[in-house]
């Protein structure tokens, strides 16, 4: 089997408050392919941010390893690895510095990795802010000039100034009006198809992963409790988790609710418990059987659809409201 673009295998992630060792990852092991759009969903707490700093090298790993192209990723990032990965952060109006020009702002990985002179970067920076439409002139602006919507389209050209072929999109229309999530979706769909982008997509916004991702992985306390492909996941849900995130979707017409799964929301028991044995979301689950109170499942099924559920959801169960 040829080996992915991204890997991520083993990846366990600890951090110590006081005397108290937090898991924030526990095993996690993904695969992504050149090109696709991985969505990684999952309520506060649950690893999301931890996985992408990971991936970006902003923390290193307490146990296993990341591979681009089959290179390791060391915790000391040569150049060329760097390079080769963007960020695109959540909040435009507090990722640009409001003391600097747009160009400015756009410049920064230029310099940080000595790409071209003054002329050149110049010519790079006019280059990408019409890459993601925007004119050339407002690299002369300073971003209080702009609105959410063309902030967040700054943020995407920074992200792309050192070719990158990676970005890491952490909920980059979550601070955005309806309106203008949709020309952002369009606009990174756009990129994707002309650059050859790969995406690892961090949302809690189902609605936006049917859109823009191709498989989505399903996080849950420092675990990947469900993954595979979009179509498979949404309208065939395995694990009771998947199921639960699911249901909370609103719905605003009877064919939506017809293929939402239900949910007993009154037997939802307690969310803060911490589970140092079987399933971490037994507690959560009315539908737990008593093996999940001892071991932890793992993974299973193919890679299309993969889930860790001792009792998983059947299709008789996803129609309907519980």
């Not at 960020?87 to 400015?104: A, D, E, F, W």
């Not at 979550?174 to 606009?187: M, N, P, T």
């Not at 650059?195 to 916004?205: A, E, M, P, S």
């Amino acid at each position: 089997m040829s080996r992915p673009f991204l890997e991520i295998a083993g990846a366990r992630k600890q951090f110590f408050v006081g005397d108290t060792v937090v898991n924030a990852l526990n095993g996690v092991d993904l695969r992504v392919e050149r090109g696709e759009t991985l969505a990684i969903v999952g309520e506060s707490g649950s690893g999301k941010t931890t996985l992408a700093n990971l991936i970006l090298g902003v923390e290193k790993p307490t146990d296993g390893a990341l591979f681009l192209s089959g290179a390791r990723l060391e915790e000391a990032r040569d150049t060329t690895q760097r390079r080769r990965i963007g960020l695109v952060q959540q909040n435009p109006y507090s990722t640009l510095n409001p003391r600097k020009s747009i160009g400015q702002a756009i410049g920064l990985p230029l310099a940080v990795h000595g790409i071209g002179r003054r002329a050149e970067r110049r010519r790079i920076i006019s280059e990408k802010l019409e890459r993601v439409g925007l004119n050339s002139d407002l690299q002369d602006r300073r971003p209080l000039a702009l609105s959410g919507g063309q902030r967040q389209r700054v943020a995407i050209a920074r992200a792309l100034t050192t070719e990158p072929d990676l970005l890491v999109l952490d909920e980059p229309t979550s601070a955005l009006d309806v309106s203008v999530q949709a020309h952002i979706l369009r606009l990174l769909s756009d990129l994707q198809k002309d650059l050859g982008l790969t995406y690892v997509f961090i949302t809690h916004d189902l609605s936006v992963v049917r859109v823009l991702a191709s498989r989505v992985a399903v996080m849950y306390r420092g675990r990947i409790v469900e993954e595979g492909a979009v179509e498979k996941v949404f309208f065939s849900p395995r694990h009771r988790y998947t199921q639960q995130l699911l249901a909370s979707i609103p719905t605003v017409s009877e064919e939506e609710d017809a293929v939402r799964p239900g949910w007993p929301w009154h037997s939802d028991v307690d969310s803060t418990a911490i589970v140092t044995d079987g399933c971490p979301f037994h507690p959560r689950c009315p539908f737990a059987q008593p093996g999940c109170f001892s071991g932890v499942p793992d993974l299973k099924g193919a890679r299309d659809h993969r889930h860790a559920c001792l009792n998983p959801l059947v299709a008789p169960e996803t129609f309907g409201a519980a």
